[in-house]
């Protein structure tokens, strides 16, 4: 176990202004403020995402619905347009004579 603190946290240091070719060095604010202003941006950004899954979440509800109300009106139509060739058949059948 560490008891000497300045073992395990070294001093502060004032910041040291960037040289070329020389990592650059970001005290404890400056970090806090970029991971700050990254995480506001990735909310943004995910608020964004959001809405827009949300609209093309409505939008495929939508069509959905639309296309069973088409696919319920092309099979009524199908539907009666059997019955009337049957209907049309029946009275050709009666008109010339033949079973």
Request: hydrophobic share 30%; net charge positive.
């Amino acid at each position: 176990m560490i008891r000497d603190l300045s073992k395990m946290y070294p001093p502060a240091r004032h910041p040291v202004p960037h040289q070329p070719g020389q990592p650059f060095k970001f005290t404890v604010t400056e970090s806090c403020d970029r991971i700050k202003e990254e995480f506001q941006f990735l909310q943004a950004q995910y608020h964004s995402l959001k809405m827009e899954c949300e609209k093309l979440a409505s939008e495929k509800t939508e069509m959905q619905r639309h296309y069973v109300m088409y696919y319920e009106m092309s099979y009524g139509l199908n539907i009666e347009m059997h019955k009337q060739v049957r209907r049309l058949l029946i009275k050709v059948k009666n008109a010339t004579g033949t079973c």
